[in-house]
């Protein structure tokens, strides 16, 4: 009877024990399914509902030399997912209204001064997105700029993801005037070439080759390599035809593609860039004067920009000047963009590479042509609606579109809003009311004509209605 006692209290003593061990590890594991579902709801509420955005409507100059007449373009959280005619637009969606409108790819502008706030430095940190000159250039419809040898997205209010990409292009001084240089550069690509030919030797040998030494780069320029490689591409600031032809023979000897600044005698030797690959960078307007003692073909030309690109010469267009002046010659500077292409079309450049001068094309140039410069799916929803063709003069830019969301609306802005006014507001009602507008009139507001009811003519008087007129009387003679 003892030994059961002693067993049962033994039993007991075990059984609590058992109890505090156990109920920690059970408060533990209950804390842990506390923490999962605390997680899990802050996951749910961290996660960002997509935002739609679709231009329905319009005519759609994809940039790829597509038309899509009366097509949408649909894009999700700022991406293009799809665009053509069969395209089911969510309900969520923010929808603009482009009906009798075209809709264009957003313009690209190589070269820019001033449009961000600043010239030089980090711009992720310093850009100004309530610049005045931004606003402006996005109602050019300009969606993305180069400065400072930087690829920027033109955003308003926004300071994210505004840098595209860095240092993509290297300036290299390779002119007549300029004989030493020139020499300098030549050796630079040739102990690049040797030593890229070393390095691709080497790779192949070290299969079999384990303990082979890699190739020394000591004393490789960084630039001459990174051109050669195709990590950069080389810029020269070349417009007579002596250094032209020295360029592509260059780019030919050591098989790179030259950007060319200027190129105002191209047109002169069009065929040895186009065997070079070159891009050219012009201003269909600037004009030089042949010299007289030459007998050969010199000077500027209307149809320079279309016998480059006649010769395969991937044409980009720049005005003469790249910043925002509001005080100088009309259709000179940055805003203007399309007026200097139309000028390279009066030259004989189509107008499917006149729009690729301003769009893709320095895109390309920018190293930024997988995002931006043609509408397509996977890229940027950027995009502008004009009333007209946009190489028109007298085409404006109704809307500016950057990353799916409205950056530019022409009737909101004061700059150009009284001319030719829109008749109704585009938009949707449901981006309407995202803006703060209301379909209703407020209290008080005075009845506008339009709002009137049409009043019809006026009935004549009747001839019976009119009082006869009497003959005037003749006096009588004597």
């Given at each position: ?11 007991a003593l ?10 920690p590890a059970?408060?533990?594991d209950?804390?842990k399914?506390?923490d ?8 749910k ?13 319009g005519?759609v ?15 999700k959280?700022?991406v ?16 603009l ?16 001064s ?5 010239a ?5 940190d310093?850009v ?13 419809g ?17 300071i994210?993801?505004v ?8 300036t ?11 020499r300098?550069?030549?050796?630079k ?12 030797e ?40 002596e ?6 023979r ?5 098989g ?14 069009a ?12 201003t ?11 007998v050969?073909?010199?000077g500027?030309s ?31 500077d ?78 909101a ?8 006014p ?24 005075k ?12 009935p ?19």
């Open positions: 009877m003892k030994l059961a006692q002693r067993f049962g209290a033994l039993g075990a059984l609590a024990a058992f109890a505090f061990v156990a109920r059970l408060a533990q209950g804390e399914k506390d999962k579902k605390d997680e899990a709801a802050k996951d509420k961290d996660e960002k509902k997509d935002e739609w955005f679709a231009v329905t409507g005519d100059y994809t940039g790829t030399g597509a038309v899509l007449r009366g097509a949408t373009v649909l894009s959280n700022g293009i997912e799809a665009l053509g005619h069969d395209v089911e637009v969510p309900a969520e969606a923010k929808t209204d482009a009906t009798g409108m075209r809709v264009y790819p957003g313009l690209v502008a190589i070269n820019s001033g449009l961000f706030g600043m030089a430095g980090d711009f992720a310093s100004d997105p309530y610049n005045q000159r931004m606003l402006l250039a996005l109602a050019s300009i969606t993305t700029a180069g400065q400072s040898n930087t690829a920027l997205k033109l955003k308003r209010r926004d994210k993801n840098v595209l990409r860095e240092r993509y292009l290297a290299l001084s390779f002119t007549n005037s300029n004989p030493s240089g020139k300098e550069w030549v050796e690509f040739d102990k690049a070439a040797r030593y890229l030919r070393d390095y691709r080497w790779e192949e040998k070290k299969r079999d080759n384990k303990d082979l030494k890699e190739p020394n780069a000591s004393g490789v320029d960084s630039t001459a390599r990174a051109i050669l490689e195709g990590r950069v591409l080389a810029r020269f600031n070349s417009s007579s035809r250094d032209l032809l020295e360029v592509a260059l780019a030919q000897r050591f790179f593609r030259p950007v060319i600044d200027g190129c105002v005698e191209g047109w002169t030797v065929d040895e860039l186009g065997r070079a690959g070159a891009y050219a960078v012009v269909p307007r600037d004009r030089r004067d042949k010299e007289e003692q030459l050969r073909d010199g500027s209307i149809e320079n920009a279309a016998i480059l690109h006649k010769s395969g010469v991937q044409v980009c267009v720049i005005p003469s000047t790249t910043g925002v002046d509001l005080g100088g010659i009309a259709g000179r940055i805003l203007h963009l399309p007026i200097e292409a139309g000028f390279a079309v009066r030259g004989g450049l189509s107008d499917q590479a006149a729009l690729e001068s301003i769009t893709i094309v320095p895109a390309r140039l920018l190293g930024v042509s997988h995002k931006v410069g043609s509408l397509e799916k996977g890229k940027d929803c950027d995009l502008i609606v004009l009333d007209g063709d946009v190489l028109h003069y007298q085409s404006l830019v109704q809307y500016t579109v950057v990353e799916g969301k409205v950056a530019y609306d022409k009737s802005e004061l700059f150009y809003a009284h001319i030719r829109r008749p109704t507001d585009q938009l949707a009602p449901e981006s309407r009311q995202d803006k703060g507008e209301s379909d209703e009139k407020p209290e008080g507001a009845e506008t004509p339009a709002d009137k009811p049409a009043e019809g003519p006026k004549e008087d009747k001839p019976e209605d009119k009082p006869e007129e009497k003959p005037e009387e003749k006096p009588k003679d004597g």
